[in-house]
Nanobody, 123 residues
Framework: QVQLVESGGGLVQAGGSLNLSCVAS????????MGWFRQTPGKEREFVAA????????YYADSVKGRFTGSRDNAKNTAYLLMNSLKPEDTAVYHC????????????????WGQGTQVTVSS
């Protein structure tokens, strides 16, 4: 069982930055791909980024490429999502997720989820 806790959300003006963190419990963090998804009311969870278990490969949604950067520190059991040049359309609840030994970009393929952190971007 893996427990995930996100932090770092908040209110920011358009063009600003936020750095989200996701701390995972357990001793096998380095075997899990960490994904970031976002969700707005009435919509399905949208893929944002995925960081492969080794950290060597990263995948991004087209809507965030060049603005968001995913990373991880396996020694700290923590994944990060650095969000730059934020836009009002980035407003959502951001969730981190984990799955072992795969690197999917769709929500149903992830096994563990955090509760989410709210990101609000004002215009």
């Amino acid at each position: 069982q893996v427990q995930l806790v996100e932090s770092g959300g908040g209110l920011v003006q358009a063009g600003g930055s936020l750095n989200l963190s996701c701390v995972a419990s357990g001793r096998t963090f380095s075997t899990y791909t960490m994904g970031w998804f976002r969700q707005t009311p009435g919509k399905e969870r949208e893929f944002v980024a995925a960081i492969m278990w080794s950290g060597g490969r990263r995948y991004y949604a087209d809507s965030v490429k060049g603005r968001f950067t995913g990373s991880r520190d396996n020694a700290k059991n923590t994944a990060y999502l650095l969000m730059n040049s934020l836009k009002p359309e980035d407003t959502a609840v951001y969730h981190c997720a984990a799955v072992q030994w795969k690197t999917p970009t769709t929500a149903p393929l992830y096994d563990y989820w955090g509760q989410g952190t709210q990101v609000t971007v004002s215009s």
